[in-house]
């Protein structure tokens, strides 16, 4: 007999959109998921990750328990208290032999979508004195903290998509990623914003979802972003259609700014991105013709050779626009975890951009706005010598497939004395661990939106436009037989055994200084609760802890308005629309000959985001495979003409580094001349020979120490330079 289903709000953590669902239990058992119709920010939306969620928790490769590698090379079962012993042994043993450097830590996807998880990790290696703190940020759109930097932040952020005329998406979508650009619930968003009469300008080589609703879609050559931007930069200033006074009163480096874009006609642009300059002038006059805007860049940008510039353009823009909030706008969201910036028409001037922090032993690198250079790490651990990384805690992450340079990254991780991987399911990368420590997984824990709230200052379309927040207690409880931790007790109980107080700060302060001040103590082998971890998180939060813990369901709340503030008398900060470096990146953009000899590596590969999986998470279960088992190369038909091959066939593709194979898929929406792929499927190289079974690896094309980024470290991870064939059958 089953029992009458129970209703659970909940807060999906299968992405970092934090949908508020409802989860429908039967005899402790998901039966149901769905989308909240009441949910004021969401609306009744949910994706089928999120409607999956309850298999994820249920899949059969789930580890239910650690698992620890054996001499004969298996994994087989620990418990955690035995496990938290021998690590926390291992690592004081490489601490006393090669000093606290040789550990180092790198969070992915889903350590990142966990403040606790994230927060311990951190402050545990604050603890053991290792500044080696690695995390996905600068694999993904680094150019965004360090063109924000270059640029200078502007105090009272941008208006929300409600008040825009123009949005200008470069290499982001949106509407599949959920990231930013577009808010939550995106493509009703995009309706929304389109009846009132909105304009959209995509700047993409694939006709994505977002670009069949644009009023102009400048499908670029790959990595070619920053020429046409620099042309739209031009036509805004030649037509006099920027905000001549914002500019004068606010901004230094306009005259820099104008005679770097000079070359950059929209003929020349035009020809170098393979777009149309009558394109480009009818994108330069919507975005010159606007009022308010925002110009929102995403990865396909970010990783094309020319991340920071793109990413400067995103902020210079929008300085040229005076596209940012002015006194007297209501800011949307006064905050309700997170307390915002003071809301001031002003902005503090550039600040540093790299060399800060650490500094890498490897191609100069130093830590950069956007963090630790995650693409140099694997050489970290292969370059001997003093400060050599040895041990690499990796939690919800999976270096094997997502880092750049595959072949390197297994080199790496066979290297390393310790590797110990926070994973549900023994992934590419924890096939080569010491120990796997199987989490709980967030149906099982409790949890607010702090993180979606938080990323809300990335830019305009990120996180909430409303002050609303949502908590969520376990719904679930652990299977039996398990033995499960959350990732922060590990910290907890490593930093016990080796007698080491934690200091977690807050997160709800932005100001790091501030929220190191405001940073909790807490003492070896001290017990505590998950309340009072998320209390300790939250110190400080615009709305007490013990308040949001009541919306259970997600909500709105009351709080007073916030206004805009003129600046202050005397406020001697500006922002920089000429930085040196990118201008010296553009004269060098400009100085390239137009016509150069025949390219040996014809075809681009390109990044992009499949709707029902998540980097390399989901790809166990089948039903969010349906559409596609592998992650095809999708071709333009002409190039399919042209290769003689139709869908279903085997291609390869070669770049100066490796050669993949891939499974053809005809996509009339991909520019000629561009393989479109998602990252993060296959396995390690020689294992994805036949990318029919899993899918084939992308990351292995690169090479970190080739073509990369001198501040972030970064290599193309899209706009690959490739050749393409029919493979030999
Ligand atoms: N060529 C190319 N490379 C790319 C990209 C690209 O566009 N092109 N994109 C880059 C970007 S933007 C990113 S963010 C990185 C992603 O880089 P990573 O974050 O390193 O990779 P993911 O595949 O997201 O790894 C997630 C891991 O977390 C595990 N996991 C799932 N749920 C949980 C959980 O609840 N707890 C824990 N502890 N673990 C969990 C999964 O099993 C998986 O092994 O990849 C980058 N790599
Ligand atoms: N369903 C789903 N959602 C996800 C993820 C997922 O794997 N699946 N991953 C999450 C992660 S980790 C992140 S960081 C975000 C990323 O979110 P987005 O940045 O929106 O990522 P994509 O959807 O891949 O969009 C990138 C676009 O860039 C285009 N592109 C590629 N190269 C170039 C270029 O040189 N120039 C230009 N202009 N465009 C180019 C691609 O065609 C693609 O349409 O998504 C997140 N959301
Ligand atoms: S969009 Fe992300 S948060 Fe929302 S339901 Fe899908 S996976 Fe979950
Ligand atoms: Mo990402």
New binding site residues.
């Given amino acids: 007999m089953t029992v009458a289903a129970e209703r659970h709000h909940t807060i999906c ?1 299968a992405c970092h959109a934090q949908c508020g669902l409802i989860v429908e239990v039967e005899d402790g058992r998901v039966a149901r998921i769905h989308g909240d119709k009441d949910n004021p920010i969401y609306a009744g939306f949910s994706c089928i990750k999120g409607r999956e969620l309850g298999s994820y928790h249920t899949a059969p490769t789930r580890l239910l328990r650690s698992q620890k590698r054996q001499p004969d090379g298996h994994l087989a079962d620990i418990g955690s208290e035995a496990m938290m012993d021998e690590i926390a042994a291992k690592v004081a043993d490489l601490v006393a032999r090669h000093g606290p450097r040789s550990v180092a830590l ?1 969070i ?7 403040f606790a ?1 994230s927060s311990f990790a951190k402050a545990w290696m604050d603890a053991l004195g290792s500044a080696m703190k690695f995390d ?1 940020v600068t ?3 680094p150019g965004k903290a360090v063109a924000l930097m270059l640029h200078g932040p502007w105090l009272a952020g941008t208006p929300t998509l409600d008040h825009w005329d123009v949005l200008t998406l470069i290499g982001a979508n949106p509407i599949v990623s959920m990231n930013g650009g577009l808010g939550m619930n995106p493509a009703r968003q995009l309706h929304r914003a389109k009846q009132r009469g909105m304009k959209l300008v995509v700047i993409d080589p694939r006709r994505t979802e977002c670009a069949e609703q644009a009023d102009v879609h400048l499908a670029v050559r790959a990595g070619e972003d920053a020429p046409v931007l620099a042309a739209i930069a031009r036509e805004l200033i030649a037509a006099n259609a920027y905000d001549r006074d914002f500019v004068m009163a606010e901004a230094d480096g306009f005259e820099a700014l104008r005679a770097a874009v000079e070359p950059f006609t929209p003929e020349v642009a035009g020809a170098r991105a393979g777009v149309d300059p009558a394109d480009i002038r009818k994108a330069a006059e919507l975005i010159g013709s606007a009022r308010r805007g925002a110009f929102s860049a995403g ?1 396909g940008a970010n ?1 094309s050779g020319h991340g920071n510039l793109v990413e400067y353009f995103v902020k210079l823009l929008t300085t040229l626009k005076g596209f940012w909030r002015r006194p007297g706008d209501e800011v949307a969201n006064p905050g309700v975890l997170i307390q915002p910036f003071p809301a001031i028409a002003a902005s503090p001037g550039p600040q540093p951009a790299w060399g800060l922090g650490e500094t890498l032993r490897v191609r100069g690198l130093t830590q950069c706005a956007a963090g630790l250079p995650t693409a140099a790490l694997a050489e970290e651990i292969l370059t001997p010598g003093e400060g050599q990384v040895r041990a690499l805690f ?6 094997i ?4 340079d595959q072949i390197k990254t297994v080199e790496a991780m066979k290297a390393l004395e310790l590797l110990v991987c ?4 023994v ?4 096939r080569y661990a010491d120990y796997v420590i199987a ?1 709980t ?2 149906l099982e824990v409790c949890a607010p939106t702090a993180l979606n709230e938080m990323i809300g200052n990335f830019g305009p379309g990120w996180g909430f436009h409303k002050p609303y927040a949502q908590w969520s207690e376990p719904v679930l409880a652990r299977p039996e037989r398990s033995d499960l931790l959350e ?1 922060w007790e590990v910290f907890a109980g490593l930093a016990d055994r080796l007698g080491l107080p934690l200091r977690i700060p807050t997160v709800s302060l932005l100001d790091p200084q501030a929220a190191a001040e405001q940073a909790t103590r807490v003492e070896p082998g001290q017990d505590l609760t998950p309340h009072e971890v998320w209390a300790m998180l939250l110190k400080g939060s615009p709305v007490p802890f013990e308040e949001v813990r009541g919306a259970v369901a997600g909500r709105l709340f009351d709080r007073p308005p916030v206004v805009v503030e003129a600046k202050p008398e005397g406020w001697a900060g500006r922002v920089q629309i000429g930085a040196a470096p990118m201008m010296a990146e553009l004269d060098a953009l400009a100085a390239q000959p137009t016509e150069g000899p025949a390219d040996p590596y014809p075809f681009r590969v390109i ?1 992009r985001r499949m709707r029902d999986v ?4 989901w790809h166990e279960n089948d039903k969010l495979k349906r559409q596609y088992a592998t992650n095809p190369a999708f071709l333009n038909p002409e190039d399919m003409a042209r290769l003689g091959v139709v869908s279903g066939d085997l291609v390869e593709i070669e770049s100066v580094r490796a050669t993949i194979r891939g499974v053809a898929e005809s996509a009339p929406d991909v520019r000629p001349g561009c393989v479109s792929m998602t ?2 499927w296959g396995m390690s190289p020689g294992e994805d020979d036949d990318p029919r079974l899993a899918g084939v690896n ?2 292995r094309l ?1 090479a970190v120490d080739q073509d990369f980024d001198p501040y972030t470290g970064m290599p193309r ?2 706009a ?1 330079p490739v050749r393409v064939r029919r493979a030999p059958a």
């Fill in positions: 953590r790198y992915g996807t889903h350590g990142y979508n966990n998880s996905s694999i993904d759109q990865t990783m990796v939690l919800g992450g999976n270096p497939l997502a880092w750049p926070f994973d549900p399911h992934s590419a990368t924890a989490p997984l967030p990732e990044s998540l980097n390399s998470s990252h993060a992308t990351g690169t991870m899209s690959i």
